[in-house]
């Protein structure tokens, strides 16, 4: 088994949280007066450092949402006041990827760019990556922080990066062959563009000696038929991250599959709270992941409410880790739930299904009011050469597992947007609102 750092990585569960306490308490002494964010908020809730004297005491702080560094950045333009130093003292600077509406700037001191490494280390071990393998990132290297970090994290253990920005999916191809990348890094969406690519212009994928993928930016690597078709086009391990411009690298899953993604809980603090009542829910419940890092405190975020439903398991996973787990990743997000025809429906669910298909190499899901009525419309495309009759057995399949049935659509071949980084397959038109995208 490879891990990163297996000292703490093995803690007793005990062990591990008197070091997220001791961590917890040096920071927040080291942010009060100098991060007036988080200074701010915690004197308006009556709060302050030396009230943390247990893990269960930070629930006297108050929450931290989005909205909030979005408003402050526009208040405090153009980088807001959660910079915990000058402006000199910072190395990197990034922003989200803006799929929700203005990008959120985030940046990082020299101290947290290392620990955004040390996290992915995490992440490329428990995918059993070492300094033998060289790591193909295909990934346009842009202001999103999406591989940025991953890089640092394959300095951190020692393996060849191999970088491919500024190519095309064919020249990636080549040059993956050409190197012998032995791990592929980029979105689940991009994983399966390449193998369509490769499909197209006749590239045999097994030419590459990958063994391993490793995928962030999207869920999709957890829903399990997107992870099958994965790992089935390119015969390799696939395992799936999760993390946040403003968060970091959280988690990742293990070798031992399926087990759920593990937190880096040396590094963060996760509670899991009803995301309607607030209230804390029992392991094995669903709710929503918030989360505060311990490393960051150049831009730190404190409860801060992902909008991720997760679903903890505190059994040690037989990695020998013993972090916590988040059974099958992130489940969805709490605000990409529709109902449609009164079932509560998530993307992630909708694409489990279709990707089950594998003549299906693209697809588009719409949610909008058809007099009156909630509809969910799905544009599918097929791989060249499949019979379009085999759209009647999609929408029976939906059918059958959603309880109500979308209208699905058979649409030409590349009709439908390809993406490299986030994909935005999700769309939901309120009757008076221009249409929102997931």
Not at 31 to 49: C, I, M, T
Not at 100 to 106: C, E, H, S
Not at 200 to 224: M, Q
Request: glycine share 10%; hydrophobic share 40%.
């Amino acid at each position: 088994m490879t891990y990163f750092d297996e000292a703490t990585e093995t803690l007793p569960r005990a062990q591990l949280a008197a070091l997220q306490l001791s961590k917890l308490q040096v920071m927040m002494a080291h942010l009060w007066d100098k991060n007036q964010f988080y200074s701010h908020k915690w004197k308006a809730a009556g709060v302050q450092p030396s009230d943390i004297g247990s893990l269960a005491d930070l629930a006297r702080l108050p929450l931290t949402r989005k909205a909030e560094l979005m408003e402050d950045q526009a208040a405090h333009g153009p980088f807001g006041s959660n910079l915990t130093y000058p402006l000199k003292a910072y190395v990197r600077a990034h922003q989200t990827s803006g799929t929700t509406g203005v990008p959120l700037k985030v940046f990082d001191t020299d101290e947290s760019w290392d620990w955004w490494g040390r996290c992915w280390g995490h992440v490329l071990a428990g995918a059993g990556v070492t300094a033998s393998d060289r790591l193909f990132m295909a990934f346009a290297f842009g202001p999103f922080i999406g591989f940025w970090a991953a890089v640092e994290g394959a300095r951190k253990i020692g393996a060849v990066m191999i970088p491919g920005g500024g190519r095309d999916s064919r020249q990636r191809l080549e040059m993956m062959r050409e190197a012998g990348a032995t791990v592929l890094c980029c979105t689940p969406s991009y994983a399966l563009r390449m193998v369509e690519i490769g499909r197209e212009i006749g590239f045999d994928l097994r030419s590459i000696p990958l063994k391993t993928t490793v995928h962030a930016g999207e869920p999709g690597a957890s829903v399990p038929a997107t992870k099958q078709r994965i790992e089935d086009a390119w015969a390799a391990k696939c395992f799936d991250h999760a993390g946040a411009s403003e968060v970091g690298a959280h988690s990742f899953e293990c070798q031992v599959q399926p087990g759920g993604t593990h937190l880096i809980e040396s590094e963060y603090i996760a509670e899991v709270l009803n995301p309607l009542t607030g209230a804390a829910v029992a392991p094995g419940e669903r709710g929503e992941l918030v989360i505060t890092n311990l490393g960051r405190w150049g831009f730190p975020v404190i409860r801060y409410c992902t909008g991720d439903l997760v679903q903890v398991n505190l059994e040690r996973c037989q990695c020998g880790r013993t972090s916590l787990r988040f059974e099958g990743g992130v489940l969805g997000r709490s605000d990409d739930m529709v109902t449609v025809r009164g079932v509560n429906v998530f993307p992630g669910g909708v694409e489990n299904i279709i990707r089950n298909f594998t003549e299906v190499d693209e697809f588009r899901i719409t949610v909008k009011k058809v007099k009156q009525m909630d509809e969910m419309d799905i544009e599918v495309e097929l791989c060249e050469g499949t019979n379009p009759e085999l759209i009647h057995a999609i929408a029976l399949r939906l059918d059958f597992m959603l309880a109500f049935r979308p209208r699905v659509h058979h649409v030409a071949h590349n009709a439908l947007p390809r993406f490299e980084m986030k994909a935005k397959r999700f769309h939901v038109k309120l009757e008076s609102d221009e249409p929102s995208v997931s």
